[in-house]
């Protein structure tokens, strides 16, 4: 088999990885269909909202929106995009201050990147995690992740 089979191979693998931590509307009639993309749309309009927000400064909104956000992709059975918005939320609550809430968002986070396999967002929830070490004064335990 070449390399760029491998790599092909490799990129599927992949996306049905990750299809497999993210949920996909169930076909049906037109109006059941309209009613899941709009339902769909929400949590996505609330990640623009938490950015925005955060992006202002405005890290009380951030957490509202981000944490509406996550609450909506968990109900929905969307773990990927959930463990996608938890950072993002820890990262309002570690500007708002709000360290312990910071921590529980960016564990649950790091374990549905987990339950997943996402590495990226694994990653990406690690970073949050050591920031919020360091700027509790527990710069030795953020260099351990």
């Keep these: 088999m070449s390399l760029r089979s491998l790599f092909l191979l490799a990129l599927v693998c992949l996306s049905v990885g990750e299809a497999a931590c993210s949920t996909s509307p169930i076909r049906g009639d037109a109006k059941a269909s309209a009613v899941m993309d709009s339902a769909a749309l929400r949590p996505e309009k609330l990640m623009e909202q938490g950015s925005t927000a955060f992006k202002k400064g405005d890290f009380a909104a951030a957490v509202s929106n981000w944490s509406e ?35 529980k968002a960016v564990e649950k986070a790091l374990s549905l990147a987990h339950q997943c396999k996402d590495e990226r967002r694994r990653a990406e929830a690690l970073g949050v995690l050591g920031s ?8 030795e335990r953020a260099q351990q992740n």
């Design 69 to 103: 956000a996550a609450g909506l992709f968990e109900k929905g059975g969307n773990t990927g995009r959930c463990a996608e918005a938890l950072p993002k939320l820890s990262q309002a609550h570690q500007e708002s201050g709000q360290h312990q809430d910071a921590l």
């Design 132 to 139: 919020i070490q360091i700027s509790l004064g527990e710069s």
